[in-house]
């Protein structure tokens, strides 16, 4: 039997049996008339975790951020985020389209947030210039290799956001990830922000969503908000039961993601013609550097049953996931070491 090992994303899961079973057997209503059990069980499960007073269930993580910056700031207003970060570069242009907010990026060292810059970055609103509303956080940072930003940073941009009367939105689409590997609770990052978004649909193996945490004023904003951008669902039950299994079990089985991403990363650094940094891999990504062009490591790993993503002219990413076991490492190494053989030729 021909086998694929699929790297590209840890977005690809697909449900377990038990996972599948949950979302069958979920109660359901109709949630934007707030009827639905199994929703408001996973808002409160969700909340709890982050340490916030309310959460609002969300289809995606975007839309999340997207909510969470329209309620922070008004149409005018300046938002600071990191020069690589998701809601600058991946999220279709959405703060400018559905908020209006300038954006203004601020210096990172492979992910981690200079808190100089962002001082240095801080204005209040003049005649000439827009005010500073939000920062933007980003933990795990996916384009520096999933680095986890310290809760020390944390700590000390939400201080100095607070002392200048700026609000900070914490992407935590892999939060997760970044409490399995710093051994910081998820909730200790979430302190230090006033909203908190978190995916489902990532490393945690859910098929779709992602909650949005905060303050119960903030959450009833955000709501209004979910339903103008066309967020409101139904008997959406069946996708929340998702989330409340993984949060119970699929959480602590992110080491074992960060493991695997490890042997990937210990593979390639002993390759011809790549290059990682094996400082970076802090949890289940992996980014690595080719001599050759991307597209022929992307060409010559799937044709071993690899699937990886080319970020760039020479720079690919591997992601690994609930549906990567040991062995499909393995056949992913072993496809490595025959595509540089291969190249090298």
């Known amino acids: 039997m021909y086998r694929v090992t699929d790297l590209r994303s840890d977005t690809v899961t697909r449900p377990t049996p038990a996972m599948r079973r949950a979302m069958a057997e979920a109660a359901v209503g109709d949630d934007v008339l707030g009827d639905d059990p199994t929703v408001r069980e996973l808002e409160t499960v969700a909340a709890n975790h982050m340490g916030k007073e309310a959460a609002l269930f969300m289809p995606s993580g975007t839309m999340s951020n997207s909510v969470a910056i329209r309620v922070h700031t008004k149409p005018g207003d300046e938002v600071l985020l990191d020069w690589n970060a998701h809601s600058l570069r991946y999220e279709a242009g ?178 011809p013609g790549v290059h990682v940094d094996l400082k970076t891999v802090h949890t289940n990504m992996v980014y690595f550097q080719t001599e050759r062009p991307a597209r022929e490591w992307v060409d010559g790993l799937q044709r071993r049953g690899v699937l990886c993503l080319a970020l760039g002219e020479r720079r690919i990413r591997l992601v690994t996931h609930l549906d990567v076991d040991d062995d499909g490492v393995a056949h992913a190494c072993e496809a490595l070491k025959a595509t540089a053989a291969e190249l090298k030729a």
């Open 94 to 271: 959405a703060p400018a389209v559905v908020s209006g907010v300038v954006l203004r990026q601020f210096r990172s060292i492979k992910g981690v947030p200079d808190v100089a810059s962002i001082e240095e970055s801080i204005q209040q609103e003049n005649l000439h210039c827009p005010g500073t509303a939000l920062i933007v956080l980003e933990n795990t940072h996916n384009v520096s290799g999933g680095a986890v930003i310290p809760i020390e940073v944390h700590r000390r941009v939400y201080e100095l956001a607070k002392s200048r009367g700026v609000a900070v939105h914490l992407d935590g689409a892999r939060l997760f990830n970044a409490s399995v590997a710093s051994q910081v609770p998820v909730r200790e990052f979430a302190a230090s922000a006033d909203s908190v978004t978190f995916c489902l649909s990532k490393g945690l193996g859910c098929p779709v969503g992602a909650l949005l945490c905060g303050k119960r004023e903030f959450i009833e904003k955000a709501r209004r908000v979910r339903k103008m951008l066309g967020g409101g669902m139904r008997q959406v039950g069946i996708l929340a039961a998702a989330g409340l299994y993984a949060l119970e079990h699929n959480v602590e089985r992110l080491q074992d993601d960060h493991r695997r991403a490890r042997t990937l990363a210990e593979t390639l650094a002993d390759l």
